[in-house]
């Protein structure tokens, strides 16, 4: 296993150079480096603690099979699991929940399998759009949800990581863009129509920002609509989400109920807070031992 110090070391690093240089951008690489590429912002290291601190917990000699979720902190989940070694990762197989973890898996030499091989996976850690108090979450921001759900229910544990921003009480307070709700194509104008009957009268259907007119196309060739709904809806996402799931043509709706085992987020003070399924809330400081926390 990696030495906790790898840890430590880019945690006093980054507070130290924060500090100092409010706008100094930390390269985790080789911090000594500076112009080598990628940097460190406070929320980047927040999800680096989170996801590092979750692979040492839950990724472990005897997990095989192991799930790679989506999003801007899975990476440094890669990254941690290939911190763990070749002798652990030699016998594991890799299983991503889109094109992103598919690339990410490829490049750090690990070996890729897909869920129609391994339908029971030991572990997936993925990221999210936001969490609530009883870890339900919003995810889908990058229209990865389908796969996603397929790989978290396939999961004997399902891990979220996240930085404090992800941290909420009701869903909806922070990830103001609505609920994604993968569609297929052909029925996305009917779908939206039901939604905003149903209690989303801003729904709407995501289009592309750069370089291709027109909706964005999942890794499943769908349609997404985002679909916001007010607190009263989003303080029972599970009510929500077998109402919108009923829908003619839907294909799978980001909201994640009762799935996590637990969510690690990194803190802007460089620790990290874990929520449980059972309600206890952990504060982690990195800079402890294990066996000191
Ligand atoms: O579809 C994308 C996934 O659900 C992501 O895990 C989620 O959007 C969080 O992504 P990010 O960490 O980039 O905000």
């Given at each position: 296993m990696p030495s906790p110090a790898l840890l430590n070391l880019d945690r006093e690093y980054v507070l130290a150079i924060h500090s100092a240089f409010p706008d100094f951008e930390h390269n985790p690489v080789n911090p000594n480096v500076k112009a080598v590429a990628p940097v460190l912002s406070t929320v980047e290291a927040a999800?680096?603690?989170?996801?590092?601190?979750a692979v040492d917990r839950h990724v472990l000699q005897?997990?095989?099979?192991?799930?790679?979720?989506?999003?801007s902190t899975v990476p440094y989940v890669v990254e941690r699991?290939?911190?763990?070694?070749?002798?652990?990762?030699?016998?594991?197989?890799?299983?991503?929940t889109g094109f992103q973890s598919k690339e990410l898996i490829v490049k750090a030499n690990l070996r890729l399998g897909d869920v129609d091989q391994y339908p029971t996976i030991d572990v997936t850690i993925?990221?999210?759009?936001?969490?609530?108090?009883?870890?339900?979450?919003?995810?889908?921001?990058?229209?990865?949800?389908?796969?996603?759900?397929?790989?978290?229910?396939?999961?004997?544990?399902?891990?979220?990581?996240?930085d404090y921003r992800k941290n909420s009480q009701v869903l909806g307070t922070t990830y103001k863009a609505g609920v994604p709700i993968e569609v297929a194509p052909f029925a996305y104008a009917k779908l939206l129509q039901n939604l905003h009957r149903l209690g989303s009268p801003g729904a709407v259907l995501r289009m592309a920002q750069t370089s291709k007119a027109g909706p964005i196309v999942t890794d499943n060739g769908n349609f997404v609509i985002d679909a916001p709904f007010d607190e009263e809806w989003m303080k029972e996402p599970h009510d929500l989400l077998t109402k919108i799931k009923m829908l003619t043509g839907v294909v799978e709706v980001g909201l994640f109920c009762g799935m996590a085992e637990a969510a690690y987020f990194g803190t802007a003070d460089g620790n990290v807070t874990i929520k449980w399924r059972d309600g206890r809330v952990e504060k982690v400081d990195v800079d402890k031992p294990a066996s000191k926390q």
């Amino acid at each position: 296993m990696p030495s906790p110090a790898l840890l430590n070391l880019d945690r006093e690093y980054v507070l130290a150079i924060h500090s100092a240089f409010p706008d100094f951008e930390h390269n985790p690489v080789n911090p000594n480096v500076k112009a080598v590429a990628p940097v460190l912002s406070t929320v980047e290291a927040a999800k680096r603690f989170a996801a590092f601190t979750a692979v040492d917990r839950h990724v472990l000699q005897q997990h095989k099979i192991i799930g790679i979720g989506s999003g801007s902190t899975v990476p440094y989940v890669v990254e941690r699991i290939v911190a763990q070694g070749e002798d652990l990762n030699r016998d594991r197989v890799f299983i991503p929940t889109g094109f992103q973890s598919k690339e990410l898996i490829v490049k750090a030499n690990l070996r890729l399998g897909d869920v129609d091989q391994y339908p029971t996976i030991d572990v997936t850690i993925d990221g999210a759009d936001e969490v609530d108090h009883d870890l339900n979450c919003i995810k889908g921001g990058g229209a990865c949800h389908l796969r996603e759900k397929v790989l978290a229910e396939a999961a004997e544990t399902w891990v979220i990581v996240a930085d404090y921003r992800k941290n909420s009480q009701v869903l909806g307070t922070t990830y103001k863009a609505g609920v994604p709700i993968e569609v297929a194509p052909f029925a996305y104008a009917k779908l939206l129509q039901n939604l905003h009957r149903l209690g989303s009268p801003g729904a709407v259907l995501r289009m592309a920002q750069t370089s291709k007119a027109g909706p964005i196309v999942t890794d499943n060739g769908n349609f997404v609509i985002d679909a916001p709904f007010d607190e009263e809806w989003m303080k029972e996402p599970h009510d929500l989400l077998t109402k919108i799931k009923m829908l003619t043509g839907v294909v799978e709706v980001g909201l994640f109920c009762g799935m996590a085992e637990a969510a690690y987020f990194g803190t802007a003070d460089g620790n990290v807070t874990i929520k449980w399924r059972d309600g206890r809330v952990e504060k982690v400081d990195v800079d402890k031992p294990a066996s000191k926390q």
